[in-house]
T-cell receptor, first 115, second 109 residues
Framework: DTGVSQNPRHKITKRGQNVTFRCDPI?????LYWYRQTLGQGPEFLTY????????KSRLLSDRFSAERPKGSFSTLEIQRTEQGDSAMYLC?????????????FGPGTRLLVL | EDQVTQSPEALRLQEGESSSLNCSYT??????LFWYRQDPGKGPEFLFT???AGEEKEKERLKATLTKKESFLHITAPKPEDSATYLC??????????FGKGTRLHILP
C-alpha cells in the first residue's frame, strides 16, 4: 500500500453515461497525476496538478474528460458521455517535488468498463 | 518524438536463472529514469530512480543501471515472487513521464 487511494476500484457503465473517479494522494505530496493504461501497454499521461493548479493536459484528454483538484488535496476525473474506447485502467499518482528529484507513487487504479 | 522501447516483451526464466531486461530510450530533456514493477490488476510499484549515466542502484535481487541511451534491470537468482511486469519510464525536465510497454517476467519454480 503506497498511501494513494482510488475509488471506486471498478466501474461498469453503459455507453453515454457519465462517470467520476476519485483519487486521494499521500497527504504531504504537492503533485498529482492521472494516467490511463490499457492491456499490454504502459500508463499514458493524461494530466497533472501542482497543488490546485492543473499544469498540463495531454492531447489524449478530449473535451469529454475533466479533472479537478479543489484545495490541492483529493482529485476527481470525470468522463462525460462515455464511449467503449474509454474502457481502461485509470491510475492516479502523487509525488513530492524536492531538490533531489521526484518519485511518483501510484494508487491501485480504477478499472472502467464501458458496455 | 520521444520513444521508449523495452525488450524482450516477455521473458520466462527458471528460478535462479539470472538475466537482464533492456530499456532503450530517445527522450528530449531527460531528467532521470524510473523503474517500476506492476502486478496484474494493480498500480505500478516504484523500484528505482536513476539520474546520470553510470549510476547503479540495487534492491534485493534487482540492480538497475543507466547509460545515455539505455537502462538495464538485472535480476540475479530470481524467485517466483519476482514474476511481474517491469516498466521503464524516462522522466523529462518538463515533468512528463513516458512509460515503455513493459517486460512481462515469469519465473518458473
Amino acid at each position: 500500500d503506497t498511501g494513494v487511494s482510488q475509488n471506486p476500484r471498478h466501474k461498469i457503465t453503459k455507453r453515454g453515461q457519465n462517470v467520476t473517479f476519485r483519487c486521494d494522494p499521500i497527504s504531504e505530496h504537492n503533485r498529482l497525476y492521472w494516467y490511463r493504461q490499457t492491456l499490454g501497454q504502459g500508463p499514458e499521461f493524461l494530466t497533472y496538478f501542482q497543488n490546485e493548479a492543473q499544469l498540463e493536459k495531454s492531447r489524449l484528454l478530449s473535451d469529454r474528460f475533466s479533472a479537478e483538484r479543489p484545495k490541492g488535496s483529493f482529485s476527481t476525473l470525470e468522463i462525460q458521455r462515455t464511449e467503449q474506447g474509454d474502457s481502461a485502467m485509470y491510475l492516479c499518482a502523487s509525488s513530492l517535488v524536492e531538490r533531489a528529484g521526484e518519485t511518483q507513487y501510484f494508487g491501485p487504479g480504477t478499472r472502467l468498463l464501458v458496455l | 518524438e520521444d520513444q521508449v522501447t523495452q525488450s524482450p516483451e516477455a521473458l520466462r526464466l527458471q528460478e535462479g536463472e539470472s538475466s537482464s531486461l533492456n530499456c532503450s530510450y530517445t527522450v528530449s530533456g531527460l531528467r532521470g529514469l524510473f523503474w517500476y514493477r506492476q502486478d496484474p490488476g494493480k498500480g505500478p510499484e516504484f523500484l528505482f530512480t536513476l539520474y546520470s549515466a553510470g549510476e547503479e542502484k540495487e534492491k534485493e535481487r534487482l540492480k538497475a543501471t543507466l547509460t545515455k541511451k539505455e537502462s538495464f534491470l538485472h535480476i540475479t537468482a530470481p524467485k517466483p515472487e519476482d514474476s511481474a511486469t517491469y516498466l521503464c519510464a524516462p522522466h523529462r525536465r518538463d515533468d512528463k513521464i513516458i512509460f515503455g510497454k513493459g517486460t512481462r517476467l515469469h519465473i518458473l519454480p
